[in-house]
């Protein structure tokens, strides 16, 4: 399906000053790469030296379970109007 990402993916929120932000899309669109992408790119450096401790992976295993059973739930969740009218 379009739209849905990964389950060991999540959404982080956070404010930044506009002109790191047009910053920031400038560098993504001069090396051809999605806001996310770059800036995925750019924690991923920034967090090289950082280790993780096997109960941080249990935590991540954990969230990532929960995620996959959201997504089964909504799939198997009732049938919209729409779709029932259809039959």
Known sequence: ??????????????????????????????RGLTITAFVEETLIHATRRIELAPSDYRLIAEATERALRGKATKNSGPKSASSRSNR
Do not use: C, T, W
């Open 1 to 30: 399906m379009p739209n849905q990402h990964s389950a060991d993916k999540e959404v982080l929120g956070f404010y930044i000053p506009r002109e790191l932000s047009q910053k920031i899309r400038k560098a993504a669109k001069m």
